[in-house]
């Protein structure tokens, strides 16, 4: 049995103040995107993962033991329903490793929907997010997939109705970026100011409503950008450089270290991607959203 679950970008990230249980208050408006990761998961004496893909994801990176995320998800649902079931795990990926766009959190997602599958367990949707949520902030909205706008620490997940199909280049890294080590950086950057109570932005959702793509572009913010720049000050001449051919907007994705390049068609990303690798920027894939979540594939 296999699943897959998409990436997902941040359109606007606003982060607040640290709360008491560690986590960043959150308001943000995700969209899952066409980038997917796959898992196939298979009947086993004791769980086991494995994971192949595209070298220039850093695939080497990801787990192969307990910590793995995909492991928790197979043996969170089984003991959801009391089975003492175990799964033999593949994952391949197609989303960069802690590139900022979730894939940890799509192969959560992915499996959870291979294994109720394999199990026949017809899990409903709502206990489905209720354990997704119990996994990673991230996890829900794997599961949920289009657009949402996410509160709480970003497990709270509330869907959003869009017009349109968005062209996003996106550029990927060499090296991944620690989300935790980037939410530390920000605190550190705010130290001694209040950090203010975070919103979406009314004019995100009205440019979605209405499919403004310029609107949209405009609109695209990340409070985690400043701080992810301190870590990594390539990113920010990265966007830059990008901007040139991709005017109507560029932003980090999530805690990065992946780019996003707002296009307005097809033509139009194959020439951002033109123009980053005229300046040496080879490792571009071009994706649209929204795009569903985590489904069963076979
Ligand atoms: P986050 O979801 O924390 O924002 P991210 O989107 O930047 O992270 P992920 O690809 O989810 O990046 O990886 C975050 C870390 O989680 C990796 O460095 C890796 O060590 C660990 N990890 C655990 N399981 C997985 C998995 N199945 N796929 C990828 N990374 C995993």
Redesign the pocket.
Known sequence: MAGVAPA?INLCLGVGAPRPDGFHSLATVYQAIGLY?EVRVRPASECS?T?SGDARLAVA???TDS?????RAAGLLAAHHGLDAAVAIH?V?G??????????????AATLVACDALWGTATPFEELAVLAGQL???VPFALLGETAVGSGHGELVTPLETQGEYWWAVLESPA?????AVYRELDRLRAGTVAPEPEVPAALLEALRQGDVDGLGAALANDLQPAAFRLRPELERNLTTGRGAAPHGALLS???P?CLFLCESPEHAAKVVIALGSAGLESVSVATGPVPGARVVS
Do not use: E, Q
Request: aromatic share 0%; glycine share 20%; proline share 8%.
């Open positions: 997902k990761d993962v994971v990176d990801v787990p910590s793995n995320i995909a492991v994952i990926k989303i960069p490793v802690a590139g900022g766009m979730a894939g940890g959190s799509a192969d959560a990673g902030s991230d991944g970026l620690s989300t935790p999530g805690s990065g992946s």
